[in-house]
């Protein structure tokens, strides 16, 4: 009988049960799309978005979805995976990738919403909606209550660089007023190197506060104002 080194063998076992551990992880993710859960069903820390109103834009009717891994991960995976979105989310590569983002959010305490954003009913691009005071960009800049954050994501290829993002990010800063009256003003911190993403944001109403050293990026610290809205 050939000799077996016992070392070899645990450092295996431990190989096959980690990958099964994150193959249950993976589905476990899934289960929760397909089942139904919504991302704000645990806690009202972002005012039930879940239940907020379309709107009408000059583009169309837009609303904020909130995701399901089970229905949305493949689309969502699929933009993450264009090489000018990975330059910035840094999120390319499997659908587990983008499925353990998506589940970071989904199994927290509501604190961040990941959604689709839906323009005559198609989804066409990806959202996160979260509370920026409670979020640990609030480190890097004077936080208010109930601050709160958007990020965006432009999914198809021809939805960009024709002022599409620019309409959309009005849209969603006056949703987020509108639904969230403890909240006086949204804020944003595009990378610097994103001048498209920047410029877009200053289309909408916000305004540049300041430059501010992030985690991985030097970010454009970008605010809408509930006071300024008539005027910007």
Wanted: charged share 25%.
């Amino acid at each position: 009988m050939p000799h077996t080194d016992s070392s070899t063998s645990s450092s295996t076992d431990d190989t096959i049960d980690m990958r099964l551990r994150q193959e249950e992880d993976i589905a476990r993710l899934i289960d929760l799309g397909s089942t139904g859960r919504e991302a704000d069903s645990r806690a009202d820390l972002l005012d039930h978005i879940v239940e907020w109103r379309p709107t009408n834009t000059p583009l169309g009717t837009f609303q904020l979805v909130p995701v399901r891994i089970g229905r949305d991960l493949r689309l969502i995976a699929q933009w993450m995976n264009d090489p000018s979105v990975a330059a910035f989310w840094e999120l390319d590569g499997p659908d587990e990738t983008t499925a353990s983002h998506l589940g970071d959010q989904l199994d927290g305490d509501g604190r961040s919403v990941p959604c689709l954003g839906v323009l005559d009913g198609t989804p066409m691009s990806y959202w996160e909606v979260y509370r920026a005071d409670l979020d640990p960009l609030a480190r890097y800049y004077p936080a208010r209550p109930h601050d709160t954050g958007i990020h965006l994501l432009i999914g198809r290829v021809g939805d960009r660089g024709r002022g599409l993002g620019t309409a959309l990010l009005r849209a969603a800063a006056d949703l987020v007023l509108e639904h969230r009256p403890s909240c006086t003003r949204v804020v944003a911190e595009p990378d610097l190197r994103n001048t498209p993403s920047v410029a877009a944001f200053l289309g909408a109403g916000f305004r540049f506060s300041a430059e501010v050293e992030l985690p991985g990026k030097r970010a454009a610290l970008m605010l809408r104002d509930r006071a300024l809205r008539p005027v910007l």
